[in-house]
C-alpha cells in the first residue's frame, strides 16, 4: 500500500515487503547523520536509502542494490519522485555481484551501512517469491550479509541491521567469521510491560582491543496503546500526524 511521509512518498505495490514498522524505526534510529557515502542493502521500495537522503548532509551519496527486478523498479520510481533523486543512485542486482565490482576499490567503502534483511533462515515460507525472498535467507545468506559488510565497511564505519529474536543467536553467532562486532544492540518492545520482539545491532570492525556492546531498549507503544514519547521524537520527521 502506498505510504506518504513528511517529505516523500513510497509506492510498494509491487515490492515483496511493505513499508514496515521495523524499516520506519531502523531509518530513523540508525547514526549515519554525518556519514558521506552509505549503503542501502536490499533497497526493496527504496524506503530506507530516501530516509537515509533526509537525515544525512547535502553532499552524501546513497548508493541503494536491490536484486529483485519489480522492487527495483518500484525503487527507481519512487527515487526519481523525491527531492533527492541526485543523491541516491540505484544499482539493480544481488548485493554479491556488487561486491565483486567494489570490493577492491578503497574509495567505494562506505562509512554507513543499514539494511533490514531477509530475517528467517528457516520456516513457512510465503507462497509469493518476492515476500519469500524478501523474509528468508534464499537469496542471501547471514554468512553472505556480512562478508559483504565486511568487505565494504569502511575501518571505522558502522552497519546497522534490524532482525526478529529468534534470529538473533544465529547471526551474532556468525559474526565470529567476519571480524565483526557488534557495537550497540537496541532492543525493540512493541509496547511497554512486553518483551523485545525486534533489536536494531550496530556493527563495527573488530580490533585487537577488548570490544563492548551498549544495550539500549524503547517502546514503540505506552500501557495507554498510544506511541511512546520516545517512538514520537523519533518519528516525528517523517510521519504525517506526529
Keep these: 500500500m502506498p505510504f506518504t511521509f513528511k517529505q516523500f512518498h513510497i509506492d510498494d505495490e509491487q515490492c515483496g515487503m511493505a513499508v514496515s514498522t521495523d524499516a520506519v524505526i531502523l531509518g530513523a534510529w540508525a547514526q549515519l547523520?554525518?556519514?558521506s557515502h552509505i549503503l542501502d542493502i536490499g533497497a526493496g521500495s527504496g524506503l530506507l536509502s530516501l530516509m537515509a537522503a533526509q537525515r544525512s548532509l547535502e553532499h552524501?551519496?546513497?548508493?541503494?542494490?536491490?536484486?529483485?527486478?519489480?522492487a527495483a523498479c518500484?525503487?527507481?520510481?519512487n527515487i526519481e519522485q523525491s527531492p533527492w533523486l541526485n543523491k541516491v543512485q540505484l544499482y539493480r542486482g544481488a548485493i554479491q555481484d556488487f561486491l565483486q565490482q567494489n570490493s577492491l576499490i578503497p574509495a567505494s567503502l562506505f562509512d554507513h551501512i543499514i539494511c533490514n534483511?531477509?530475517?528467517f533462515e528457516q520456516g513457512t515460507q510465503a507462497k509469493n517469491s518476492a515476500r519469500a525472498d524478501a523474509r528468508h535467507t534464499n537469496t542471501l545468506s547471514f554468512a553472505e550479509l556480512q562478508h559483504a559488510i565486511s568487505q565494504l565497511l569502511a575501518p571505522h564505519g558502522h552497519a546497522s541491521i534490524i532482525l526478529p529474536q529468534q534470529s538473533l543467536a544465529s547471526f551474532i553467532q556468525q559474526l565470529k567469521g567476519h571480524t565483526l562486532f557488534v557495537a550497540k544492540?537496541?532492543?525493540i518492545i512493541s509496547a511497554e510491560g512486553k518483551s523485545p520482539n525486534r533489536s536494531i545491532l550496530v556493527l563495527k570492525h573488530a580490533t585487537d582491543t577488548t570490544e563492548q556492546t551498549e544495550y539500549l531498549q524503547m517502546a514503540i507503544?505506552?500501557?495507554?496503546?498510544?506511541?511512546?514519547?520516545t517512538m514520537i521524537d523519533l518519528?516525528?520527521?517523517f510521519y504525517l500526524k506526529l
Design 33 to 35: 547523520t554525518q556519514s
Design 60 to 70: 552524501t551519496h546513497i548508493t541503494a542494490v536491490e536484486l529483485d527486478s519489480a
Design 74 to 77: 518500484a525503487c527507481k520510481h
Design 117 to 119: 534483511p531477509p530475517f
Design 185 to 187: 544492540h537496541l532492543e
Design 221 to 229: 507503544r505506552n500501557k495507554q496503546g498510544g506511541y511512546s514519547d
Design 235 to 237: 518519528c516525528r520527521p
